[in-house]
């Protein structure tokens, strides 16, 4: 019966990955098996993760946060050399996750992808080097995780305004709960973009 089962698990397919209308932000879906004893779930492997997505990425730093509702945390990037590609999930509660893209030669300059990511969906959010992103809690205690691609550095981050009338993103919140950091973000139109 154990050799049954993982055999099983060794040839069920890890995720799903949905391609979004940005180029290289992909959403993704893994397979949870599911009975009435809970779940389980392959929330990361690097093998089948860099085959899906057609590259190889090196994870080197994992955050997670927790958020009460109606906070917004955004718009933020790493500039080069220390830019950073984040693959998030919600492990509790439900946000509305944000990647824009700021690569400037790229022909979806400017536009963004919003996803819905909840502790019961169990999705995925993949966004590589060259975006600024950002999220909005929807519920209390919502537990927030991500790993990156390059460590923190200070020097080289850059903010946009989470309320910028020319990125117009509906975060989905009533009363907003903003830190002052992100309060005194620039605007879109004045970002100069290093990527």
């Known amino acids: 019966m154990l050799v049954t089962i993982f055999v099983y698990l060794q040839n069920c397919k890890f995720m799903k990955l ?84 700021i690569r400037k030669d790229s022909p979806t300059y400017g536009e963004h992808v919003s996803v819905r990511l909840t502790g019961e969906n169990k999705r995925m959010f993949w966004i590589p080097e060259g975006f600024a992103h950002g999220f909005s809690s929807l519920k209390e205690g919502t537990i927030f995780s991500y790993k990156c691609t390059n460590y923190y550095n200070k020097e080289s981050e850059g903010s946009i305004a989470w309320n910028d009338k020319d990125l117009a993103i509906n975060w989905e919140v009533e009363a907003l709960v903003i830190s002052e950091k992100d309060q005194e973000a620039n605007k879109f139109e004045e970002l100069k973009s290093k990527f």
């Open 18 to 101: 949905i391609p979004t209308k940005i180029k290289d932000l992909f959403i993704i879906e893994p397979t949870v098996f599911g009975d009435d004893r809970g779940y389980f779930f392959e929330s990361f492997n690097a093998e089948k993760f860099n085959e899906a997505i057609g590259r190889e990425v090196n994870f080197v730093q994992d955050n997670q946060s927790m958020s009460g509702a109606n906070i917004v945390r955004g718009l933020h990037f790493q500039n080069p050399p220390f830019a950073q590609g984040k693959l998030v999930r919600v492990i509790e509660g439900e946000v509305i996750d944000v990647a824009v893209d």
